[in-house]
DNA sequence: CGAATGATTGACCCCCTTCAAAAGCGGTGG
DNA sequence: CCACCGCTTTTGAAGGGGGTCAATCATTCG
């Protein structure tokens, strides 16, 4: 399972993402994309660090990646997660201020992000197709901003299993989280033992049931977790 | 002083902004930018309302203007305060999905949405420079959201302070708040009492001083004021 | 099976919220 | 000029939600 890593990158490129809708009407970059070579990443594993030089950007395949900034102080805040179809490692700066680490075993396809970006200055719809692209992400990090600015532990996590539900598509009732505690809660600005218990509580509520070692979550009644969201 | 609006336009466009270079680098951008009409604002009078067709696109002159958005039970997210220079209103969708307020007296300078983006269809390097410009904005709206993931007041009112500070330019050592307290609330995530409180405790730390109304504020011990933040 | 990692649950405490009151500050009019 | 009013800020006291510490349970893997 965990053999041959084609390693020609070590640690490399920036941060973002959300372009989900690249593969259906992105016609140059989706065909970059699939030239370019895959990586494999255990759980845990990073897929760049702060601080790295930006050389490559990344598609993720398979698996969630897990896009962070380490604070002064050793915490961890996670900016979001990146799904299979979102693109991780666009930016402007020529090193990249986020980490980014796999909560699970993934797969992520990398390509040179100098091409990318030099294609983007003489083609307009390339360039256009970037800007929406960045445009969607930053509509998530607001709505994630929200989530975490409200009040109580309660309406987080509900804003969060309502966002798992949209990216993760597939069952409309149920959501995977691919992803531990701790990873959520620094998500949510929460601690490990402060998402446990809330989730405990959303079950006791008969809103969410949780099943296969708390990583399958079936949303049992979504109007009331949506109010419960305070969206 | 409030007198002749040149009131061609009701409710408008979206939100959004950060492009202080605009007026470097932007060519012709700068160009439409300049022959654009100017909207005078009241304090808390909107530029635009969530739901608003997105028809135009504005640039703050004067004053700053409160982006938020508002939750189902009534409250009031805001997600970034854009002061002279910034773009507010560009986007993707048909309609905006945030508000736009002034929080004092400000000028805002608007045109047309559709003009702008046909015309980044044609011109690669106007398509690049908002792609830039979102990435700009992205990235302040990911250090909101470390700072309001943070667990103490006193993190969330250093962080705020010192990106006032990067924005304000003028004076490194004076940060004015050209916005109520409820205002500052609504972002940090915290209440007026509290963000009175914390004031209050800073300043008795001899990290800031707050003078004329409240509004003033001068920045006594910076490094200091950097470690409070965890950045 | 036993060790390691992660999840859950409990008890206690602190920080922020809530409720309440007072004090600044700016305007307007007598 | 000052009294009065509205708006905002400040400060105080009490309560609650989540953090912290700690123990138990569950799952995986060697």
């Known amino acids: 399972m965990l053999a041959s890593h084609p390693l020609e990158i070590g640690h490399l490129v920036v941060p973002q993402r959300r372009t989900q809708e690249h593969a259906t009407s992105g016609g140059d970059l989706a065909e970059r994309m699939r030239s370019a070579s895959i990586r494999k990443l255990e759980s845990k594993e990073h897929v760049f660090c702060e601080g790295d030089p930006r050389i490559h950007v990344f598609q993720v395949e398979e698996g969630v990646i897990a896009i962070y900034k380490t604070l002064s102080d050793g915490r961890r805040r996670i900016i979001d997660f990146a799904y299979p179809g979102d693109l991780i490692g666009l930016g402007a700066g020529k090193e990249h201020i986020l980490s980014a680490q796999a909560t699970c075993q993934a797969k992520v396809r990398c390509h040179s992000a100098v091409a990318l970006e030099s294609l983007a200055e003489s ?7 970037l800007y929406k692209s960045v445009c969607q992400e930053l509509e998530a990090t607001r709505d994630l ?87």
Do not use: W, Y
Request: aromatic share 2%; net charge positive; glycine share 6%.
């Open 145 to 231: 901003l929200v989530a975490v600015g409200q009040r109580g532990a309660v309406e987080r996590l509900a804003s969060f299993l309502l966002a798992l539900r949209r990216k993760d598509a597939r069952d409309p009732d149920t959501v995977t989280l691919a992803m531990r505690r701790s990873d959520i809660a620094d998500l949510l600005g929460l601690t490990i033992e402060t998402v446990s218990r809330t989730l405990s509580k959303l079950r006791a509520m008969r809103v969410i049931d949780v099943e296969q070692g708390g990583t399958t979550v079936t949303l049992r009644d979504i109007p009331r977790l949506t109010e419960l969201s305070n969206a």
């Open 123 to 129: 083609d307009a719809g390339l360039a256009l197709k």
